[in-house]
């Protein structure tokens, strides 16, 4: 885990398997791994304002919009480990 407590994830879907579910699921499973760690306090993740699609699934996965993103133009947003929804806590929670 990093040493600030916070990590990162990313994902991406070939535009043939979009709109199946997969995302979430990547999504879903990065958080679980993530906070199985236990010196993890927060995952971030960031997108453009033009992948709609990408803001949903942060958002059904409990991530919520926060300013500090890496570059303008990006959305940032995180989820804290006492904000996640228990599914995605892991059993390292």
């Known amino acids: 885990p990093p040493e600030s407590g916070t990590t990162e994830i ?3 879907v070939l535009r043939a398997y979009q709109g199946l579910g997969y995302a979430t699921e990547a999504a879903t499973a990065l ?3 993530a906070f ?3 010196g993890v306090r927060r995952v971030v993740a960031e997108t453009l304002p ?3 699609a990408s803001m949903r699934v942060l958002e059904k ?3 919520r919009r926060v300013s500090g993103a ?3 133009g990006i959305i940032r947003y ?3 480990r006492g904000r996640a929804p228990t599914a ?3 059993a390292g929670a």
């Open 10 to 12: 990313g994902y991406s």
């Open 31 to 33: 958080v679980q791994t």
């Open 36 to 38: 199985q760690e236990p």
């Open 50 to 52: 033009t992948l709609g």
């Open 61 to 63: 996965c409990g991530f």
């Open 70 to 72: 890496s570059a303008p």
């Open 78 to 80: 995180e989820l804290a």
């Open 88 to 90: 995605l806590l892991g």
